[in-house]
T-cell receptor, first 109, second 118 residues
């Protein structure tokens, strides 16, 4: 079957760095997306990895290891507005996104 | 670019009535649109996938006669919740995808519609 595993909740301090891990199992693989979702709002795109390695985009970076079925999202210089849920969504062989419940990130002053 | 709008943003309706939600891609042609439902503190649940000009493909457990989807043009898809009941109260989100955009398989999400059935 298809499965996404992310921590349910994480807490970090403003200004710090946090890494959100994601392991996945899918029927085929065509890349992996990370989305941010604030409470009561729709998801917004953060990153897309299709090859192994690290993709850096400002304060956010995303890493992928296809052989390990593993990805992480790294958030630097945390700000209060980064408090949100972070969704790891791999794309299967049919180009469908597989969604987990996401990781709720709480930022404390 | 790649903006998706949804209307209405919030709707309250009485049990037994029908509600139509519109999803529009404003600056690109969406060959594929997706409809999701999300209950509080739960993951996005894909309800159906629709391609312009063809019938929607519904996920297992989603009643196609209750959730009518029409994707009549490359910029508009509609979801009609027929004979709504309180258990249909949820956050409905659409997304659109077009291979012509820079990230071919990225889904661009609308802002969502909060449906409350009383």
């Amino acid at each position: 079957g298809q499965n996404i595993d992310q921590p349910t909740e994480m807490t970090a301090t403003e200004g710090a760095i946090v890494q959100i891990n994601c392991t996945y199992q899918t029927s085929g693989f065509n890349g992996l997306f990370w989305y941010q979702q604030h409470a009561g709002e729709a998801p917004t795109f953060l990153s897309y990895n299709v090859l192994d390695g690290l993709e850096e985009k400002g304060r956010f970076s995303s890493f992928l290891s296809r052989s390990k079925g593993y990805s992480y999202l790294l958030l630097k210089e945390l700000q209060m507005k980064d408090s949100a849920s972070y969704l790891c969504a791999p794309m299967d062989s049919n180009y469908q996104l597989i969604w987990g419940a996401g990781t709720k990130l709480i930022i404390k002053p | 670019g790649a903006v998706v709008s949804q209307h209405p943003s919030r709707v309250i309706c009485k049990s037994g009535t029908s509600v139509k939600i519109e999803c529009r891609s404003l600056d690109f042609q969406a060959t594929t649109m997706f409809w999701y439902r999300q209950f509080p503190k739960q993951s996005l649940m894909l309800m159906a996938t629709s391609n312009e000009g063809s019938k929607a493909t519904y996920e297992q457990g989603v009643e196609k006669d209750k959730f009518l989807i029409n994707h009549a043009s490359l910029t508009l898809s509609t979801l009609t919740v027929t004979s709504a009941h309180p258990e249909d109260s949820s956050f409905y989100i659409c997304s659109a995808r077009s291979p012509s955009t820079s990230d071919d398989y990225e889904q661009y999400f609308g802002p969502g519609t909060r449906l409350t059935v009383t």
